[in-house]
């Protein structure tokens, strides 16, 4: 890899997609420019891309994402400008829900309501994390526009860092109920845990929970992602709760909490185990089928087994401040908790802890340890690759630790593979060993060893917190590509590989002093992405003239569509 490319692949990675102007409202913006005799340009018109961070230094863009609306923003250094000419800063009509944006990483529903409900009464949020955004709903108009008003004229602070405001295109913040309202009784919330480094198990979120509000029941599902139910004893109990984590990292820069009120009001249970719990019935303890009275164990439970009493032993990840509010401060997070070992999904499986995935259901001719590596880089580093010569179309891969794995199987297992649905569980090998090496059907070996590889994503604390856990989607983050390569070339990319090509593309503004672009491709399923990214992912691209060649970086985007 050049040292260009090396220069730039981590920073153009990390760097926050930029802005991307419409067609349709670039044209807007050269008619309204043509208008003005005194030749000042408008910034109308700019749409936020999914993930976008708002620098707090830089004035902030126009557009409401949530809302899909467009609208210029108050406390940019023009408006004071235009506050003595008498000009309407508002193009959008005024709106009970006003979008918020400036916002640091550590705020959480509370602070919002902290420093906003002084324009009126709040009745509900909506969080957007990784945009550093928020949605805030009124109870009427006229708080809002109190508080666009007060952003246009004076700075306002929301957990010490300037924040701007402009109104929605919305008028109400959707939600699957009024569970908002205490008089419907909904005491159950619905947790989004975005960019999950670590395992989520009941107890980590009784533990999160708990210390704010009595929890009853837990259920964890997979479908999209993790996502939890969490009943609370009250409504009341649930409202702190939401207001108190909505935002906030279960542990420092990942496992980020979007909460909103969920649809059922109760929770049913059947067991208790790592992805539910019934916290009023103890003994709903998982017994294994065809198994009656267990022979009489002379030290009782294994040390790293669960008891039906084990989660009250467990101390909070997030505790109460002193001060008894429900505000969550950065001194009250710790930097990264190290939980027990049981709460690793492979011991819920019935396997002990292992940083080596088996992988079967591999394509015959397709799958090789390169390609593997593509697409396993994503959820943790991959040490070596070893494909079993007595078992075909399967492969062992270990990983940097059994949290990685914990996240391959989450994300990766029963997805499709050139049309082979993969199988990943964890092995009960601790170590891949490079015996029995022998040629694929693609004449390349059966086994590699990426320890030394400058592609591993989860090298260091601060390159892995970076990282965003994403399952698999039809719209993949490309990034590290220089700035001649067009879309043509893309295209061509796919069909010289035999992969599908992309159906929609979409490239951010970078900076001129850039020498690298990223952007989005969308294709027609997830199937076709992922397909793509296991082929493409780290491709060499060789630019005439170029000494050494930019390595493309592909991940999983958290946009669902462009």
């Known amino acids: 890899m050049s040292n260009l490319s090396d220069e ?21 913006d050269r008619a309204a420019r043509e208008e003005k005799k005194d030749g000042e340009e408008k910034k109308d ?86 945009k550093r955004q928020a949605l805030v709903e009124f109870s009427d108009v006229e708080s809002a526009d109190k508080c666009v008003s007060c952003g ?71 479908r999209n992602g993790i996502q939890a139910m969490v009943e609370f004893e009250s409504v009341q109990c649930a409202q702190k709760v939401k207001a108190a984590l ?20 109760r929770l049913n249970v059947i067991k208790n185990d790592n992805e539910s719990w019934d916290y009023t019935k103890p003994y ?54 190290s939980y027990p070992l049981p709460q690793s999904s492979s011991l819920f499986y019935g396997q002990p802890p292992s940083s080596v995935a088996m992988v079967s259901g591999l394509h015959p001719t397709k799958m090789n340890c390169t390609r593997i590596f593509n697409l396993f880089c994503l959820y943790g580093n991959i040490e070596k690759v070893k494909f079993m010569k007595s078992v075909p179309g399967t492969a062992l891969v270990e990983m940097g630790d059994e949290y990685a794995v914990d996240r391959a199987i989450t994300h990766l297992n029963s997805i499709k593979v050139f049309g082979k649905r993969l199988n990943v569980c964890v092995s009960k090998q601790h170590a891949v060993i490079p015996s029995q090496v022998f040629e694929l059907e693609d004449s390349s070996s059966s086994y590699k060893d990426f320890a030394m590889t400058r592609n591993n ?17 039809a719209v993949l983050h490309y990034y590290n590509v220089p700035p001649c390569i067009a879309q043509d070339y893309l295209l061509k990319l796919c069909t010289e590989h035999s992969v599908p090509g992309f159906v929609k593309f979409k490239v951010f503004d970078a900076k001129p002093s850039s020498k690298t672009i990223s952007g989005l491709l969308e294709f027609e399923s997830k199937t076709d992405a992922v397909e793509a990214l296991t082929v493409l992912n780290h491709y060499q691209i060789r630019i005439p003239n170029g000494s050494n060649p930019y390595t493309l970086k592909l991940c999983f985007s958290t946009s669902s569509h462009l």
């Open 246 to 265: 909505n935002g906030a990292d279960i542990y420092a820069g990942c496992c980020t909490l979007k909460i909103e009120y969920a649809r059922p009001t």
């Open 284 to 337: 709903l303890v998982r017994r294994e089928r065809g198994k009656g009275r267990q022979r009489q164990a002379i030290l009782g439970e294994h040390p790293l087994s669960y008891s039906d009493s084990s989660y009250g032993a467990l101390s909070s990840l997030l505790p109460l401040p002193g001060n008894g509010r429900y505000k969550l401060s950065s001194v009250d997070v710790p930097d990264m908790v």
């Open 45 to 130: 018109g700019e749409e936020l891309e999914e993930g976008e961070d708002s620098d707090s230094g830089c004035a902030p863009a126009t557009g409401d994402t949530a809302a899909d609306g467009r609208g210029r923003w108050t406390a940019t250094p023009r408006a004071a400008a235009h506050k003595d000419t008498g000009e309407d800063l508002h193009r959008l009509s005024p709106s009970p829900v006003v979008h918020v944006r400036g916002l640091c990483e550590a705020v959480v529903e509370a602070d919002l309501i902290d420093a906003l409900q002084r324009f009126g009464s709040i009745c509900y949020v909506m969080m957007m994390p990784f």
């Open 152 to 222: 246009a004229k004076k700075t306002v602070y929301i957990a010490g860092q300037q924040a701007y405001f402009n109104y929605s295109t919305s008028k109400r913040i959707t939600r699957p109920t009024n569970a908002d309202d205490p008089s419907s009784g909904n005491k159950v919330l619905l947790l989004s845990i975005q960019n999950p480094l670590y395992p989520i198990t009941t107890d980590v979120l009784y533990k999160v929970c708990n210390p704010i509000g009595n929890v009853l029941r837990i259920v964890i599902f997979k």
């Open 457 to 473: 994503r989860f090298s260091s604390v601060g390159q892995a917190s970076k990282n965003i856990i994403q399952p698999p989607s």
């Open 8 to 28: 730039h692949e981590h920073a153009e990675y990390t760097r926050a997609p930029k802005r991307l102007k419409t067609e349709r409202y670039e044209k807007r």
